[in-house]
């Protein structure tokens, strides 16, 4: 047995690049080597850090140094972060390292590649306590004993011990190593990936150090190591980086990883330089070359109907974009993703730039209006971002040549056999095409030709909903805080959504405290009255923001259609089912719906017709929308009665 001490930290480009290798060393020796990592502390202070050797500005230095190991060495390390977003400092997430330790070494490592993607990945600043949380939540650590580890010392007293044994072993520099064996002999290795030294040189000085230290005895598992099987043991990985463990060679790694991308097996994020490459873990696997139709016509130019365009695009298959209205709507102005939502991002490659342009949530808390506290839960997987960055995540993506405004469908033309022939639009033309989406929203006229008697349903809870940017809020960043006045049965929400924009609702009942004036002016004066006696923070909101970027919204609901098809039309997102804004699972459903149908119909057998593949989809997404429907009815019903309710429950809806 060879036991290894690994000085790191969770900022450090360099160890970055070693860490393919080092998994490389866990495959091939795990069973003979007991791997200690710990944290050097790399950079203490953002604001006395100085480069020794550059005289450009620090953020500029570090920004182009990082880019350019980036491209060289086909790993995603995007500098921007230190021209966007300079880390402040490692510290705070290496004495965190050592609180998620005390939950166990695995754990531990999970918790530090998680930093790392954040850092490396998503542009986050992991000094911020925000972070360190929501990396803490989404590898499933307990938080009550990570916070209380990380804050009381404990931690921070661990890493401190071991900054010592660094400085007593002269270390200075990341990634560096330490072997010794029973008999405590040791060896110190201080080289790291750059022009003078390759990876691959590196890890045969790793094995030689071992195979001195031990004797010979250590011993290589003969372990199959392709590309798929390294990343069903590990993380998300580049080609290149896979290439690092892999002994194939490349071209078998890229035929590999096309083959399983292929059939769904694996999911490719596309950066500028490099691919990322990720295992699919979800039900669903979406077989590429698997189509029976080469064009579509899309109705809707919202979120659910750029969504699938994208997957149509990455596809090959053809198709046209009619939205009803002369420009993208943007009602709405934001959305909590979650689990399902997010995942369908993944599923596209899309979830690292989502992270990059959202804000991840890790709490919601509930107080009455004196502020004090009344409920409190954690949330995993809950990112709230903008309308419009969404759309433009999606929109910079699909492009817009194939987007036709002012055309709203007009009609649906049938055969003599009560099959779709045509769609005509309302400039006169008529769209023939193998196959129709429905994407087309809420009002749906799709959905109203095809269920007349599937009506919606007027509710009196409304929303007003608005926006605002304010950088002094004394607002937690990841928090999810809602105001609950059981006095007035009024609700006030607060999401902040990062770069310090957010957005706040005021739910009321229109039946007891009612507004159906849409005159901006008149709706901020029902809303400043509504605050007044709110903690000043809520009033701050409600005063400052623009009353020509707040909106009305009436709350409608509707019981789940008999089917979310006819003929060769198919409908997705609230336009197949819309659901009470309570449950935040309006743009999450339409995401997870465009997977599950997409993945059906890639696996279309040569028997089956449209109507077979959408009846399975069918199948397989009413019980979950049923169940959204029903739980957002029981959350209105809760609101009607808040004030003789004594249970809070979350006013989210999830899987």
Aim: glycine residues 6%; contains cysteine; hydrophobic residues 35%.
């Amino acid at each position: 047995m060879v036991k290894l001490v690994y000085y790191t930290d969770p900022i450090c480009s360099s160890c970055w690049l070693a860490e393919p290798f080092l998994n490389k060393l866990l495959i091939e020796y795990g069973d003979d080597l007991d791997i200690e990592v710990r944290m050097g502390g790399l950079l203490e202070s953002w604001e006395y850090y100085k480069p020794s050797n550059s005289t450009k500005p620090k953020e500029l230095y570090l920004s182009e140094m990082w880019t350019s190991l980036g491209r060289k060495y086909g790993v995603i390390m995007d500098g921007k972060i230190w021209t966007d977003y300079p880390i402040q400092s490692s510290f705070p997430a290496c004495i965190a390292y050592y609180a998620a330790k005390k939950q166990g070494n695995k754990k531990a490592l999970d918790f530090l590649h998680t930093l790392r993607e954040m850092v490396f990945l998503q542009h986050k600043d992991i000094s911020n306590e925000h972070h360190v949380i929501s990396a803490a939540i989404q590898c499933k650590l307990d938080l009550g004993k990570f916070v209380t580890d990380f804050k009381s010392g404990i931690a921070e007293h661990d890493f401190k011990r071991d900054l010592i044994e660094r400085d007593i072993w002269k270390i200075n520099s990341y990634p560096s190593m330490v072997f010794y064996n029973e008999n405590f002999q040791y060896k110190k290795y201080v080289k790291h990936i750059n022009n003078n030294n390759r990876g691959e040189d590196i890890y045969k000085d790793w094995e030689d150090i071992m195979f001195e230290l031990s004797n010979g005895e250590i011993k290589k598992k003969k372990a199959e190591i392709n590309a798929i099987k390294i990343l069903e043991n590990f993380y998300g990985m580049t080609t290149t980086e896979l290439n690092s463990i892999n002994e194939e060679g490349i071209e078998k790694v890229n035929a590999d990883l096309q083959e399983s991308f292929d059939k769904g097996d694996v999911i490719k994020e596309e950066n500028t330089e490099v691919n990322y490459w990720s295992i699919n873990n979800s039900p669903y696997k979406i077989n590429k070359n698997g189509f029976k139709f080469n064009n579509a016509a899309i109705i809707g130019g919202g979120v659910c109907g750029y969504f699938l365009a994208l997957h149509l695009k990455r596809y090959k298959i053809d198709f046209k974009i009619y939205e009803k209205n002369n420009v993208l709507r943007s009602g709405g102005l934001g959305f909590l993703l979650l689990e399902n939502g997010m995942e369908a991002m993944r599923l596209l490659g899309l979830k690292n730039i989502l992270l990059k342009n959202s804000n991840t949530l890790n709490f919601f808390r509930a107080i009455n209006p004196k502020g004090q506290l009344i409920f409190t839960q954690i949330l995993e997987e809950c990112t709230a971002i903008s309308r419009e960055n969404f759309l433009k995540i999606l929109q910079d993506e699909v492009g817009n040549e194939n987007l036709y405004m002012e055309n709203q469908v007009t009609n649906i033309n049938y055969n003599s056999e009560n099959k779709i022939e045509s769609l005509s639009i309302q400039n006169g033309q008529t769209i023939t095409n193998d196959i129709y989406f429905a994407c087309d929203g809420i009002n749906s006229k799709i959905r109203t030709d095809i269920f007349p008697e599937s009506k919606l349903e007027d509710i009196d809870e409304r929303e007003i909903v608005g926006i605002l940017n304010k950088h002094d809020l004394n607002i937690p960043s990841d928090e999810f805080l809602k105001i609950i006045d059981k006095e007035n049965g009024k609700n006030m929400g607060l999401i902040p959504l990062g770069g310090g924009d957010y957005i706040w609702f005021i739910q009321f009942n229109n039946a007891t405290h009612p507004l159906n004036d849409r005159d901006p002016d008149k709706i901020k004066k029902y809303a400043l009255e509504t605050v007044k006696n709110y903690p000043k923070e809520f009033q701050n909101v409600v005063k400052h923001s623009d009353p020509n970027k707040s909106v009305l919204w009436a709350a409608k609901r509707m019981d789940l259609i008999p089917s979310f098809h006819s003929s060769n039309l198919v409908m997705a997102g609230d336009a197949a089912h819309p659901l009470i804004a309570f449950t935040s699972q309006g743009a999450n459903s339409a995401l997870e719906d465009v997977s599950c149908l997409l993945s059906l119909l890639s696996k279309q057998e040569e028997k089956q017709t449209f109507e077979d593949v959408f009846e399975k989809y069918y199948q397989l997404r009413k019980d979950q929308i049923n169940f959204y429907i029903q739980e957002g009815d029981e959350l209105v019903k809760d609101f009607f009665n808040l004030t003789n309710s004594e249970e809070l429950k979350l006013p989210i809806s999830l899987h």
